[in-house]
């Protein structure tokens, strides 16, 4: 049973766009979502987290809406660029005191 | 430049090896994990330990074995492993589970493994 879904797969964006990457849950115990960004060839990191409390938190480019009611949430990147290219994972904790649950990631290409 | 080092970082067994995968953090955390991270799947939680003491054993088959001698070392022990096993192994650490933390996930660049 997946916990988190995530949504597309892969995304190509031409430069200077909007991504936008799409996730959804069911356990309504979970409290942080975090968002993780990885390269071809290094290991996911942090790119930025949410909780509950807020419905957005935006960091330069990157911004995460929060749908509690729905049980959703989303990463938006504007003014897309080229290095922005990677495998976005969106995951899900109770707390941030239990392992993360994440999502099956999305390809993102951004290009020119 | 990545805290926690993965060695090594591309590995080809045979089924009837027996091989180890070793994980070091510099970070000064106390707790340390094992993902497995296979094409178009989430990345799968095996093994947690916070402490040195085992929390998490997510169902994973015994010929994965892990083994956490302090804090900033953790290793995974494969022994007659199958096709379906390669994959991505990726170790990761973060302050512990138990009580407040940031709940940040630092991992290494993982080890690439092909089981012939």
């Known amino acids: 049973q997946q916990q988190v879904k995530q949504s597309p797969q892969s995304l190509i964006v031409q430069k200077g766009g909007i991504s936008i990457i799409n996730c959804a849950y069911e356990?309504?115990?979970?409290?942080?979502f975090p968002w993780y960004q990885q390269f071809p060839g290094k290991g996911p990191a942090l790119l930025i987290a949410i909780r509950p409390d807020v419905s957005e938190k935006k960091e330069g480019r990157f911004t995460i809406s929060f749908n509690k009611s729905a049980k959703q949430f989303s990463l938006h990147i504007m003014d897309s660029q080229p290095g922005d290219s990677a495998t976005y994972f969106c995951a899900a904790s109770i707390s941030r005191n239990t392992p993360l649950v994440f999502g099956k990631g999305t390809r993102l290409s951004v290009i020119a | 430049e990545t805290g926690v080092t993965q060695t090594p970082r591309h590995l080809v067994m045979g089924m009837t090896n027996k091989k180890s995968l070793k994980c070091e953090q510099h970070?000064?955390?106390?707790?340390m994990y094992w993902y497995k991270q296979s094409a178009k799947k989430p990345l799968e939680l095996m093994f947690v330990?916070?402490?040195?003491?085992?929390?998490e054993n997510n169902s994973v088959p015994s010929r994965f074995s892990p083994e956490c001698p302090n804090s900033s070392h953790l290793f995974l022990h494969l022994h007659t492993l199958q096709p379906e096993d390669s994959a991505l192994y990726l170790c990761?650490?973060?302050?512990?589970?138990?009580?407040?933390?940031?709940?940040?996930?630092?991992f290494g660049e993982g080890s690439r493994l092909t089981v012939l």
């Open positions: 970070l000064g955390h106390n707790a």
């Open positions: 990761a650490s973060s302050l512990p589970t138990r009580g407040e933390n940031t709940g940040e996930l630092f």
């Open positions: 356990n309504t115990a979970f409290d942080y």
């Open positions: 330990y916070n402490f040195k003491e085992q929390t």
